[in-house]
Each structure stands twice: as structure tokens, then as C-alpha cells.
């Protein structure tokens, strides 16, 4: 790979995959890379193919996608065709909310809740082929950044192979690089974005690299169960659904919200989502389902579920939203060393991480040149 692109962009989440399209539609000769640490497009919005078990697909962090009453023209323009095409479909009525006393009630949200069919991951799929020349895209998966240089006018981005590949341009569809807990994730001893320049000062990295190290992240342990019952699976109603917990329940159990995905076999696969604002807290599986089991326990369907599942897999997101501190859109691109910012950690005056990340990325494309 010896050919310099005139982009590459860090991620390839709905933020790196929003850009890209977004740019390309602009440049449409441009090209493009997209350097991802996962095995497959969509960041946390991706969809997990089972490595134990082949027949199991399914989506392990984000379950949906929350949208404003108020989204701009822009992301609307985005969504549009894939909801008439019904490949983005509006979940509201299957989102539900339990309290610490078991009672089960819609859950209220001013927001339109959706979700790709058939799985997360086809969202950035659908952007991506959005695209005038996706041809010009392309996708380098199960890489991590190591390190990054801009030296004569050029980017150079070394990855965990030794391989350095050269841009133009580059873009951080992530803080992780410009964030100090990029030191104890890659296993470095400084963060990469301060190391980038070894000369002149640049007002908007210096501003991106300050106000980024006051930023804080909201951690997530993701336990994957499975039940293998067919007959059992069968007689539950809802092919995907999802359940918050109550405040009080967040607080004695640290546990999200809890997704029931069945699978094409006739399984089904539960994903139970668990935050921690500070350190993690590691749980059995024993632990996992007798909790489960008091919190439902006036629901039978959902007990016999909980009987009949095993543990089969869980993940650990360790910056996988950030609490505070959220960057100016003033912030986004610096036009001395050719480098762009977009992603959740920009300010958007939404709370909706997603519908924040593709502004932040939209905005971004309208206002860089090239060539």
C-alpha cells in the first residue's frame, strides 16, 4: 500500500463512515481509506458474528439509534431512503423501561428510536453506498494506529504492522488518539496527536489536545448470553426488543438496558448492557442471572429466558461516550497541518450521540478543499 491517499481517516465508525460518503460526494475522485481497529465497519454500532458458534449474528453494542424531533436537513437527507426502503425502521413501541419493583411500561422519549435491518452494521453499510464513487472508498480492518506524523506536508500513519501508510489529509473519527487513555489502551508511553509535529504551533491542535484531556468517558461491560431453545424462543412475541432499567436499578446493579435479538436458527441472543462512570466491575455469570432473576421476577416469559441462558461471550468499551467537555465545531479542521475532527466528542446541541456524531462529520465535509 504505497500510494497516498488524499484522505485517511482513523475509524470506521457512523462518524468515519458519514464523512467519508459525505466527501465523497463532494470529491468524488478523492480517495479514501478508512483504517479500523474491529474486524468490520460501524464502531460500536457494529454487528458481532459469532466466532463459536457461526449461525450467530448479532448486534453487541449500539441496539439503536435515536434521532431528535428537530434532526437537520442534511441527516435527513442520509436516513430518508433507508427508511422508505425499510432498511431503517422506527423501534419506538418496542422499547420498554422496568422498575425496581418489576412493573414493565413503555418507555417515554420525545425521540424517534430506530434500528438497520437486518442488523446495525447495515446502517454504515447504507452510507457508505450512498456514496457517487465507492469505488474511491476503501477499508483497511483489524489495524491499529500506532503512531502519526505530518512531515512535509504529508501524513504518515504507522499502524500495529510496522506498515506506514501516507495522506494528505487525515481525519480523527476518534479522540482516542488526542486522549491520554490512548497510553494504557495501545500500550505507548506519550499520545500521538502531541507527537505528531516537530515544529510550528497550531492554534486548533494545541486547543483539540487541551480541551480533549478534560474530557471523561462513560465505560461499558457487555455480557452476550444465549438460549438455544427453540420452542421457548418461538413463543416469544418480539423478534427484537429492548428493555432500560430504571434509574435504581442503574444504581444497585449498574446494569443499562438489556436487548432480546432472536437469531435465523430459532435462538435467540441476549445482550445485557452494564455502565460504570468510574472503574468497571466484574460480575459472574451466576451473579448476572440472579440478579436478572429478582429484577423480572413477575415476568415468567422473561425467567424462563434467564433459566435456559448461558453466558457465551462479553466485551469491555472502555471510552465509549464522553460525558462532558465537548468540543467547539470551531475546532473541527486545521487548515496549517491538513487535520479534521469529527465524532461524539464535538458539540452538536443534541444529546443524541449518534445524531451529534453525523453533524459533527457532515459539517466537517462541507468545509474542507482539495487539491
Sequence with gaps: MDRIYDFIVIGA??????F?????????????????????????????????????EFDHGLPSINFSQHISEDIVSLISPLIHSKKLVNI?????????????TPALTN????????????????????????KKIDFLF?????????????????????????????????????????????????????????????RVIDSVIKETRKQKYLQRKIYILHVSDSELVK?????????????????????ERIIFQKQFNGSMVI?????????????????????LKVIFFKHK??????????????????ASQPLNNLLLKELQWSSINSIGFCGDWFDSNTTNRVESAMNSSIRLAKILTWK
Design 13 to 18: 465508525g457512523i462518524s468515519a463512515c458519514t
Design 20 to 56: 467519508a460518503s459525505c466527501i465523497n460526494k463532494r470529491f468524488s475522485d478523492a480517495s479514501i481509506l478508512l483504517v479500523e481497529h474491529g474486524r468490520r465497519l460501524g464502531g460500536r454500532a457494529t454487528t458481532r458474528k459469532s466466532r463459536k458458534n457461526a449461525t450467530l
Design 92 to 104: 419506538s413501541n418496542d422499547l420498554l423501561m422496568i422498575n425496581e419493583i418489576g412493573d414493565i
Design 111 to 134: 425521540d424517534q428510536v430506530y434500528r438497520s435491518l437486518p442488523f446495525m452494521i447495515n446502517f454504515c453499510e447504507e452510507i457508505i453506498n450512498q456514496s457517487i464513487n465507492p
Design 142 to 202: 483489524k489495524t491499529l494506529t500506532k503512531s502519526i506524523k505530518y512531515i512535509n506536508y504529508l501524513w504518515e500513519v504507522q499502524v500495529n504492522n510496522g506498515r506506514i501508510i501516507n495522506s494528505k489529509n487525515l481525519i480523527l473519527s476518534s479522540s482516542l488518539i488526542a486522549h491520554p487513555r490512548c497510553l494504557e489502551l495501545l500500550k505507548i508511553n506519550s499520545i500521538p496527536l502531541s507527537d505528531a509535529f516537530t515544529k510550528k504551533s497550531d
Design 235 to 255: 413463543n416469544f412475541n418480539k423478534k427484537y426488543l429492548q428493555i432500560s432499567f430504571s434509574n435504581t436499578i442503574r444504581k444497585d446493579f449498574n446494569f
Design 271 to 291: 445482550v445485557l448492557h452494564c455502565c460504570y462512570i468510574n472503574n468497571h466491575i466484574d460480575k459472574t455469570i451466576d451473579k448476572i442471572l440472579n440478579s
Design 301 to 318: 416469559h422473561f425467567l424462563d429466558l434467564f433459566l435456559q441462558a448461558r453466558l457465551i461471550d462479553q466485551m469491555f468499551w472502555r
